[in-house]
């Protein structure tokens, strides 16, 4: 495991996850970590700093408060699990959708349960038909819910008039989580999907070769960046794709074992502030020695 550190004027890009990895274990931004983030992009305000995360736009908003990135120029979303692309002001810059094909199968699969509930990302929505998960996603992850009639609103993807980002499964139990990606394989194989889990109950499907790391690499061909040139930051199995996509992957020391594999350098946990702890021993070097 290399000790060096990347230089900071050679990065372009810093990408980070967020529940897990940029936040504590209780989902805030630290004291730390406002302070740390909020000077690197005022001393370099060419840097480009990116939210990479399964939520939707409206769950980012509080962090977004915190760290003062609201309509900052070089700040951009990979959002969805990388279905989505916003830039600073809110213009989406790419998205995928899944066929309402699948969608219907999916639905004519499963049927509602109460072991699994399903759910869509659409844009800036969550869109449920449980009333309780929605008020869970809402209060607890800051997820803007919808709540319909299952049977109603597979009618309106069918017709067009709804686009799906993403499709997820709400796993009461982690035990039953390969009970429900053992039923959903054959469509996961028949129309080449993405796939990720974010213990302890999100399970979530995604267009072909949509992820993270693709999101992100959509933006760094856009704006003409290399590997070398990038950062990014994780804690789980969702970021995997996240960390081959960039020259410098950073897990937290939190992260599971799997991604810690693909890793080039560990920082310390969550719970102790590792993004800020190893983005100021890069960026806010000169100001430690003093």
């Not at 992009?41 to 977004?64: D, E, M, W």
């Not at 072909?208 to 990014?232: A, C, F, H, W, Y």
């Amino acid at each position: 495991m290399s000790e060096i550190l990347p230089e900071a004027s050679k990065i372009k890009i810093i990408a980070t996850d967020i529940d897990g990895t940029l936040v504590t274990p209780e989902g805030k931004v630290s004291e730390r970590t406002e302070k740390v983030i909020q000077k690197i992009l005022k001393k370099y305000p060419n840097l480009h700093f990116v939210l990479a995360s399964g939520r939707a736009r409206p769950a980012t908003k509080q962090i977004c408060e915190k760290l003062q990135i609201v309509k900052r120029p070089n700040t951009e979303y990979i959002l969805c699990n990388g279905c989505i692309i916003y830039d600073y002001n809110s213009n989406i810059v790419w998205q995928d959708t899944l066929s309402p094909e699948l969608l219907r199968k999916v639905h004519e699969l499963l049927k509602p349960s109460s072991e699994c509930i399903y759910m869509y990302c659409v844009g800036d929505d969550t869109v449920l038909y449980d009333k309780e998960w929605a008020k869970i996603l809402r209060d607890e992850y800051e997820e803007q819910t919808v709540v319909k009639d299952i049977e109603e609103y597979i009618q309106e993807i069918e017709s067009g008039r709804v686009k799906i980002n993403k499709l997820g499964f709400l796993i009461s139990d982690k035990s039953i989580v390969e009970k429900y990606q053992s039923k959903l394989e054959s469509l996961k194989k028949e129309y080449n999907l993405d796939s990720s889990y974010a213990a302890p109950i999100f399970l979530e499907y995604m267009p072909p070769k949509t992820n993270k790391g693709t999101g992100l690499t959509q933006l760094m061909n856009k704006l003409r960046v290399k590997k070398d040139e990038v950062i990014s930051f994780g804690d789980g199995g969702n970021d995997i794709e996240l960390f081959k996509a960039v020259g410098w992957p950073i897990a937290v020391e939190n992260a599971c074992d799997e991604l810690k594999q693909y890793a080039k350098l560990i920082t310390k946990s969550n719970a102790e502030d590792g993004v800020a702890d190893i983005l100021e021993r890069i960026f806010l070097k000169d100001e430690l020695m003093n």
